[in-house]
């Protein structure tokens, strides 16, 4: 049976490489799989999931109009397709995670969503929300603060090294813009200590 996938977490917990490592794992298998992430993320290049261990994988790429079901439905009619894997989820709209949600239930294949829960102001987003509310099961990707506490926050890292709280709620990036804290750590990184 089909279902709908999320595993989450912060920063630098590994997601884009299980999400390489299920891929090969399926083609292993002699199974296809279908890799889908948003066009506005090149830092592994252009239509390529990239994970910081220097892993990656070719990947086609949708913009934030596209309608992922119907992206789904062209690609099964020109081969079977085990499972569709999406990196990044967090930047899907509401709209684009129930196209999603429809493919599992109306096309039969499973869809494995990869990406973070909160932004850097400890919010939600719309994507990952989306997620949190449809999937048929989700599975934390845990990462560690400095003090190896379970990390389940993340700063922004302003040209200065400290913590943004203003922004846009997207900003590609990477070590160098980003950091992974346990909620005590990212309250001091804020100004919230108490």
Aim: glycine residues 10%; hydrophobic residues 40%; charged residues 25%.
């Amino acid at each position: 049976m089909a279902k709908l996938y999320f595993h989450y977490s912060t920063m630098n917990a590994g997601k884009s490489t299980l999400l390489l490592q299920a891929a090969h794992n399926y083609a292993e298998m002699g199974m296809d799989t279908y890799l889908l992430t948003a066009d506005f993320d090149t830092r592994a290049g252009e239509g390529k999931i990239g994970s910081r261990i220097g892993i990656g994988r070719p990947a086609d790429v949708y913009s934030k109009g596209d309608d992922l079901f119907a992206m789904i439905e062209t690609r099964m009619q020109a081969g079977d397709i085990a499972c569709v894997m999406v990196d990044e989820a967090q930047w899907l709209s509401r709209e684009q995670v129930w196209q999603l949600a429809r493919a599992v239930d109306d096309l039969g294949v499973p869809v494995m969503c990869y990406g973070l829960r909160v932004d850097f102001r400890g919010e939600l987003f719309p994507g990952s929300a989306t997620l949190l509310a449809l999937s048929d099961e989700m599975r934390e990707v845990r990462t560690i603060c400095h003090c190896g506490r379970k990390a389940t926050m993340v700063i922004r890292k302003g040209a200065d090294g400290k913590a943004q709280m203003d922004g846009d709620q997207v900003v590609v990036g990477g070590n160098e813009t980003y950091m992974s804290l346990c909620r005590k750590h990212w309250r001091e990184a804020v100004g919230d200590a108490g």
